[in-house]
């Protein structure tokens, strides 16, 4: 029986067929978005295309993980115990953050509201819909693959940063729905790219911590859903959580915890090759 063969640069091939399956999928959204569709129905076609990079992989998995289960692969991204101290240090220092950017924005906007719910209703609706637009779609593909991916070769600081500027990347249709023209577009795109990429770093050091995707997703919910909720200026929402995640950043790569940054490679996707499968 033939040996089936894997595929050659599999995160350059991720990265591609992500942004092909979601960019026709953003058009549907603003298309539905114009003909006038209720709230709802724009939602759940947005959180389907946020689903994108977890279809792209789903596809390509039997190429890159010849003869292996994708099921397995997914349970094993949850396998290993939760480090109670890992999710409290990362809910102290995003809310820490949340605290700081509703502080600024309040003193500095003038607006009726400062949160952007006004009922526990919306809160949880705004709540659950952030989770399933963002991390539970996204976390799979971009982490729980294309980062571990390229830690085989590379240290986990320089894997951040190469998968933070291509998910960067992969929102580019998200900012021209900004309304944000000029100079302030060419400001949010740069702030939103120093947040995507410094918030990439927090996620690689407390990922490699507890390697259990639930990590990256309470860190991804947490960044998606403190910005929704404060009622701001988005240029200075985006400025702000730049900054800050930033600050956050370069602490963890200074400190570098227990060598989870740059102090080594190959940290395992934990999968197992199947009787008579070369490793």
């Known amino acids: 029986m033939s040996k089936e063969k894997k595929l050659k640069k599999p995160v350059a091939n991720f990265i591609l067929l992500t942004n092909i399956i979601f960019l026709p999928l953003f058009c549907v959204v603003g298309v539905i978005s114009m003909l006038g569709f209720p709230a709802w129905v724009i939602d759940v076609m947005f959180c389907i295309s946020a689903w994108s990079s977890t279809f792209a992989f789903a596809i390509l998995f039997k190429k890159i993980y010849p003869g292996q289960s994708f099921i397995q692969f997914v349970k094993d991204k949850f396998n290993n115990k939760l480090k109670f101290s890992v999710i409290l240090n990362v809910i102290w220092i995003q809310t820490f953050i949340f605290l700081m950017v509703l502080f600024l924005v309040s003193k ?48 986990p600081l320089k894997a951040s940063i190469i998968i933070g500027f291509w998910w960067g990347m992969w929102h580019l249709p998200i900012w021209f729905t900004t309304r944000l023209v000029g100079i302030e577009l060419i400001k949010y795109i740069l702030f939103f790219m ?86």
């Open 194 to 279: 120093i947040a995507i990429m410094s918030i990439k770093i927090v996620m690689t050091a407390f990922f490699n911590l507890n390697k259990n995707l639930v990590i990256p997703i309470i860190i991804h919910q947490l960044f998606n859903f403190f910005i929704g909720l404060i009622n701001g200026n988005l240029l200075d929402l985006i400025m702000y959580n730049a900054i800050f995640y930033f600050v956050a950043a370069v602490i963890f790569i200074i400190i570098n915890p227990k060598n989870v940054l740059y102090g080594q490679k190959d940290t395992n996707l934990r999968l197992q090759p199947l009787k008579g499968q070369a490793d």
């Open 108 to 155: 500095n906007n003038e607006v009726d509201s400062i949160f952007t719910v006004s009922s526990w209703g919306m809160l949880f609706y705004f709540f659950f819909k952030n989770l399933l637009s963002g991390p539970l779609g996204e976390e799979l593909g971009w982490r729980g693959f294309a980062q571990l991916e390229l830690q085989k070769k590379n240290s």
